[in-house]
């Protein structure tokens, strides 16, 4: 599993009955967009949103995110997360 940019890591990816689970980290210093293309994992049917944990812990909003059905994450970050912060997502296998 990997990721074209850095900043997204991918950490694990399983496949269960045509549902996967994908987590990984985010780091980033300042506030931008970040696209990534993510591959080692099944595509998505759809894109889909993702979910993001501040250090394990719901916190207000400050990334969002999708996974498109072409593997590319498309990342907003609107505060500095340069803590290894979690995502995780989801979605139905194409």
Same mark, same amino acid.
């Given at each position: 599993?990997?990721?074209?940019?850095?900043?997204?890591?991918?950490?694990?990816?399983?496949? /269960?009955?045509?549902?996967?689970?994908?987590? +990984? *980290?985010?780091?980033?210093?300042?506030?931008?967009? @970040? #696209?990534?293309? $993510?591959?080692?994992?099944?595509?998505? /049917?759809?894109?889909?949103?993702?979910?993001? +944990? *501040?250090?394990?812990?719901?916190?207000?909003?400050? @990334? #969002?995110?999708? $996974?498109?059905?072409?593997?590319?994450?498309?990342?907003?970050?609107?505060?500095?997360?340069?803590?290894?912060?979690?995502?995780?997502?989801?979605?139905?296998?194409?």
């Amino acid at each position: 599993m990997s990721s074209s940019d850095g900043r997204i890591s991918v950490d694990t990816c399983i496949e /269960v009955a045509g549902l996967v689970f994908m987590a +990984g *980290r985010i780091n980033a210093s300042a506030y931008s967009w @970040i #696209t990534s293309m $993510l591959t080692g994992c099944p595509l998505p /049917v759809h894109e889909t949103g993702v979910t993001y +944990g *501040r250090n394990s812990v719901w916190k207000s909003p400050s @990334i #969002t995110g999708a $996974l498109g059905g072409n593997g590319v994450m498309i990342v907003q970050v609107s505060d500095v997360v340069s803590n290894n912060e979690i995502w995780s997502i989801v979605y139905l296998k194409a």
